[in-house]
């Protein structure tokens, strides 16, 4: 099971990067990509992810009421990366209903408020703790042995990727709001 979560992952981080990419692009009036299809993919890959890892924390905590031993420092990672995961579910909702409004057979956009740019700006935030906390045990699952010395490069282009699409959010705030 953590074999095929470490496999929908990779694709997930890939479907999110260009979802995100062209949804920056989209939004900050860069250019137009149609992204039905790759939406749609990304929301069907992430729904096995998600039941992957309720799954898998149900199987801690009855691993840890069978044995009643909690070793709370010790798995605060293990932690950090459920609630970051959690709290992606949650933005992602507010996410959805940022960009998705129809009227009849219409498309239409809410007004992009400020509420809904924290919002956003709270979902890439929880995206690149979840990514960066879950890449060394996505790594192990793998099988990927010699990650350290990509791994500055990798997190580079993560951070510009995910800054890129959070200046994206604030211009297209500014777009709605001052324009």
């Known amino acids: 099971m953590r074999k095929v ?3 929908t992952t990779v694709l997930l981080i890939v479907l999110f990067l260009m979802h995100g990419i062209f949804g920056a692009m989209n939004i900050s009036g860069i250019g137009f990509i149609p992204m039905t299809a790759v939406t ?3 929301v ?8 992957i890892g309720v799954m898998l924390t149900v199987r801690t905590i ?16 293990f932690w950090a ?3 970051s995961g959690f709290a992606i579910m949650i933005f992602m909702l507010v996410h959805f209903v940022s960009f998705s409004y129809t009227d009849g057979d219409t498309l239409r956009l ?3 408020d ?3 740019l924290t919002g956003n700006i709270m979902l890439v935030l929880s ?5 960066i906390s879950n890449a060394r045990p996505a790594m192990i699952a793998l099988g990927i042995k010699r990650l350290r010395e990509y791994a500055a490069d990798i997190l580079v282009v993560l951070s510009v990727l995910l800054a890129f699409m959070g200046a994206a959010f604030v211009v297209y705030f500014i777009r709605w709001n001052f324009v």
């Open 114 to 116: 400020a509420l809904r």
């Open 81 to 83: 990366r459920r609630i």
């Open 127 to 131: 995206l690149a703790v979840h990514i």
């Open 62 to 77: 009855r691993v840890k009421k069978k044995t009643g031993v909690s070793y709370p420092k010790e798995n605060r990672l």
């Open 5 to 7: 979560n470490a496999v």
């Open 110 to 112: 809410h007004r992009f």
């Open 44 to 51: 069907l890959l992430l729904a096995v992810h998600i039941v």
């Open 40 to 42: 749609y993919i990304f």
